[in-house]
Nanobody
Framework: QVRLVESGGGSVQAGGSLRLSCAAS???????????MGWLRQAPGKERERVAS???????YYSDTVKGQFTISRDNAKNTLYLQMNSLKPEDTAMYFC?????????????WGQGTLVTVSS
């Protein structure tokens, strides 16, 4: 069973930066490298949003709301996914989830972490 554990969330003032990490276990490095990995977020009262994803070929996707502000990356040797978040805004406040999909497609995710909370104050 694939397990995803997020870390790196916290409270930060507007304009600050955070780096989220997501460690995957229960899967070999080779299999992990074949997964599409994504970061999604959900703010109170709002729908869940896919903010970024990266597939097995290294092709990345960013939502329009974070393009140029967030950077997704992965270290397949460490089974770890990252999200570098810069110039944070209060509207970035949300629970951030790491997700994994064992196919090339990033349209839906099978495995989910428990989430890490990001709070941005003005």
């Amino acid at each position: 069973q694939v397990r995803l554990v997020e870390s790196g969330g916290g409270s930060v003032q507007a304009g600050g930066s955070l780096r989220l990490s997501c460690a995957a276990s229960g899967v070999s490095g080779y299999i992990y490298s074949r997964y599409c990995m994504g970061w999604l977020r959900q703010a109170p009262g709002k729908e869940r949003e896919r903010v970024a994803s990266i597939n097995r070929d290294g092709i990345t996707y960013y939502s329009d709301t974070v393009k140029g502000q967030f950077t997704i990356s992965r270290d397949n040797a460490k089974n770890t996914l990252y999200l570098q978040m810069n110039s944070l805004k209060p509207e970035d406040t949300a629970m951030y989830f790491c997700a994994a999909e064992p196919t090339r497609s990033c349209s839906a995710f099978t495995y989910w972490g428990q989430g890490t909370l990001v709070t941005v104050s003005s």
